[in-house]
């Protein structure tokens, strides 16, 4: 039996009403998977019967293969269907993020989310507060700060 690696990093985490995503791409079947459940914990925690969103830091060439990308829509359903609002994303230190800009906006039109690209992290703390969403911007700061995937950590 044969078992496949993750490929891709990622860090997850949640402030608040704000569930936070800091990951290097490209990603497979195994990395989504695994993703999904850490993601699931933090979910858990949040209070489903108010707002609650997403900011994504992803860096790199952020892209999924068809079979990763499929469990990628899956989840972003299910995460709607639990109340998720709205979702930022921040793409960072890539040669090809209209590729990647192309492929999450495709899923998130399929899965109707609110959803929008920000410049900077700044921005997308500002985008989902005006979107109603509760988040400690200090902590959320740190998070990222934290969690920074660029080239250069991994030469």
Same mark, same amino acid.
């Given at each position: 039996?044969?078992?496949?690696?993750?490929?891709?990093?990622?860090?997850?985490?949640?402030?608040?009403?704000?569930?936070?995503?800091?990951?290097?791409?490209?990603?497979?079947?195994?990395?989504?998977?695994?993703?999904?459940?850490?993601?699931?914990?933090? %979910?858990?925690?949040?209070? =489903?019967?108010?707002?609650?969103?997403? &900011? @994504?830091? $992803?860096?790199?060439?952020?892209?999924?293969?068809?079979?990763?990308?499929?469990?990628?829509?899956?989840?972003?359903?299910?995460?709607?269907?639990?109340?998720?609002?709205?979702?930022?994303?921040?793409?960072?230190?890539?040669?090809?993020?209209?590729?990647?800009?192309?492929?999450?906006?495709?899923?998130?039109?399929?899965?109707? %989310?609110?959803?929008?690209? =920000?410049?900077?992290?700044?921005?997308? &703390? @500002?985008? $989902?507060?005006?979107?109603?969403?509760?988040?400690?911007?200090?902590?959320?700061?740190?998070?990222?700060?934290?969690?920074?995937?660029?080239?250069?950590?991994?030469?």
């Amino acid at each position: 039996m044969t078992n496949l690696q993750e490929h891709g990093e990622y860090v997850a985490g949640r402030s608040q009403q704000t569930i936070m995503f800091a990951a290097r791409g490209p990603w497979n079947d195994e990395t989504l998977v695994n993703g999904s459940k850490e993601m699931g914990q933090n %979910i858990q925690q949040l209070n =489903l019967s108010e707002p609650w969103g997403f &900011i @994504s830091c $992803l860096f790199g060439e952020s892209l999924m293969p068809p079979s990763a990308y499929n469990i990628f829509v899956k989840q972003t359903l299910i995460r709607k269907s639990m109340g998720m609002r709205c979702l930022a994303v921040v793409i960072q230190d890539s040669d090809i993020t209209n590729t990647i800009m192309n492929q999450l906006t495709k899923a998130y039109e399929h899965a109707g %989310i609110n959803f929008a690209f =920000l410049n900077d992290l700044n921005s997308a &703390i @500002s985008w $989902l507060k005006e979107h109603e969403i509760a988040m400690d911007h200090q902590e959320v700061t740190h998070f990222f700060q934290q969690n920074l995937f660029f080239r250069s950590h991994h030469n």
